[in-house]
């Protein structure tokens, strides 16, 4: 069984001994930390909640809003939702935060709670650990008989984000609607098969093919949208004759494509497509993480605008995008990022985007495909022991390459002309993450094995 416990929430597997898994103790003592802190923080008593369709997401969904309405706080519940949904949804409320009920990618054993401020983002570091202090000193007062919370049940938030999305100067209905296109989705058992059917007919699809719809949590693949687990989906876009096939995971925040050729888009290449398309609209700046292709940052300077990277973290892409007042931002992994909309990782407005992008491009997803920079990441990991100093071990390397670019905002990023290498320590596992990228395979896994080597020789391992 595993808990653990992160800034910006709690996740662990279900069942198991208190402090050791996802149990009911442990959900109502860091639910209870985190309606304390809302509540002291914006002086509000409400806060929105929202699950995904996982097996056990009923049940945490009945501890979760149990306790906030003990805490004296009102409950908005949207049922089944996405993540970018609740997202949403905060602020409209004027709510003083949100709970999102996922585990994200994990499989289905997993459950977590996402927390998110007033402005309905993911809790930053220094909020983060205020809530794990409450909740390691059990901070927190439940109100009395005649103070306890209500629960309103509001499933009129698919349609308001769907609605939002449509009002986007750059999301253009009819020319999707124009465009005829015949698209599979794969929404993996969960809460993308009532959200993604519902947006692509208010954008004037046709022809939809739904293949892992039905909202019972019951994951037909690793919910993770990576090539190895979407092969289902690119055979179903070959036998239908689809122009495209779309993969989104449990909680709809991250997005793939799969090209009318069966081919794999590439999730590196959903923001880059998506960047491309807003900035030749709207001159301006980008931001993803240290880790994503530098492909976005070659469509960024080709429309004269600038590339900033930021420390791997959701919260950290957003806080850069906002500082540098960027147009679109987000992570490699398919996370798209539209501050018009709301700033967090939202599958529904990248699809929005794209699919305009499509239909004025005028071609084939294949096509659209060959027109960006092609990169190839390699993504390699160290096992560490306990006694490794992985301070002194990343500035041992960085001497060896200071005379290389470098950043060591999150780990230790060198860049060598158009490739690069970024070491970082893993948040989740004893492991350090080794991610390189170069314009071939060859090119990017000779640059990885170079640095193991390296690390190799430093920690002396034979």
Not at 206 to 232: I, K, M, S, W
Not at 319 to 344: F, R
């Amino acid at each position: 069984m595993t808990l653990i416990k992160s800034i910006s929430g709690i996740r662990g597997t279900i069942g198991g001994k208190v402090g050791e898994g996802l149990t009911p103790l442990d959900i109502v003592k860091f639910t209870s930390a985190f309606g304390a802190w809302a509540v002291k923080r914006s002086g509000l008593k409400k806060i929105v909640v929202g699950r995904d369709a996982r097996i056990s997401g009923s049940m945490v969904n009945n501890l979760v809003i149990g306790t906030l309405q003990g805490l004296g706080i009102d409950v908005i519940d949207l049922g089944l939702s996405t993540t970018p949904t609740v997202e949403v949804a905060v602020p409209a409320e004027q709510a003083a935060g949100g709970i999102i009920i996922t585990a994200s990618h994990n499989p289905k054993q997993w459950n977590a709670l996402k927390l998110l401020n007033a402005d309905g983002e993911f809790i930053n570091d220094a909020d983060g650990k205020a809530v794990l202090e409450i909740a390691d000193n059990s901070d927190f007062n439940y109100a009395d008989v005649n103070d306890l919370g209500t629960v309103t049940l509001d499933d009129t938030y698919l349609q308001k984000h769907i609605d939002a999305i449509l009002a986007l100067p750059l999301v253009d209905k009819e020319a999707i609607a124009k465009a005829d296109f015949k698209i599979v989705i794969d929404c993996v058992n969960s809460t993308g098969g009532i959200f993604v059917p519902a947006l692509l007919k208010a954008l004037g699809v046709q022809t939809v093919h739904e293949l892992y719809c039905e909202p019972d949590g019951q994951f037909p693949h690793n919910p993770e949208p990576l090539p190895e687990n979407l092969r289902a989906l690119s055979k179903e876009v070959v036998s239908k004759k689809a122009n495209l096939g779309i993969a989104v995971d449990p909680d709809v925040d991250r997005l793939c494509f799969v090209a009318e050729d069966g081919n794999m888009f590439g999730e590196e290449y959903t923001l880059v497509t998506i960047a491309d398309y807003v900035l030749k609209n709207k001159v301006g700046n980008t931001v993803s993480n240290l880790s994503s292709t530098r492909a976005l940052r070659d469509v960024t300077e080709k429309a004269g605008g600038i590339y900033e990277a930021a420390a791997v973290g959701e919260v950290n892409v957003v806080n850069k995008m906002k500082e540098t007042n960027a147009v679109i931002g987000g992570e490699g992994n398919g996370g798209v990022i539209y501050p018009e909309l709301h700033y967090g990782r939202d599958a529904l407005v990248g699809i929005a985007l794209f699919l305009t992008h499509l239909a004025k491009f005028g071609k084939s997803v294949s096509v659209l495909r060959s027109t960006y920079p092609s990169y190839f990441i390699s993504k390699n990991k160290i096992t560490l022991t306990p006694e490794m100093d992985i301070d002194a071990l990343l500035l041992k390397v960085e001497e060896k390459y200071k005379k290389q670019p470098h950043s060591t905002i999150d780990g230790l990023k060198i860049e060598f002309d158009k490739e690069w290498v970024h070491l970082r320590r893993s948040n989740t596992e004893p492991i350090i993450r080794i991610y390189s990228e170069g314009n071939s395979e060859q090119i990017a896994n000779s640059l990885a094995n170079k640095i193991i080597d390296d690390i190799k020789e430093i920690l002396q391992i034979r």
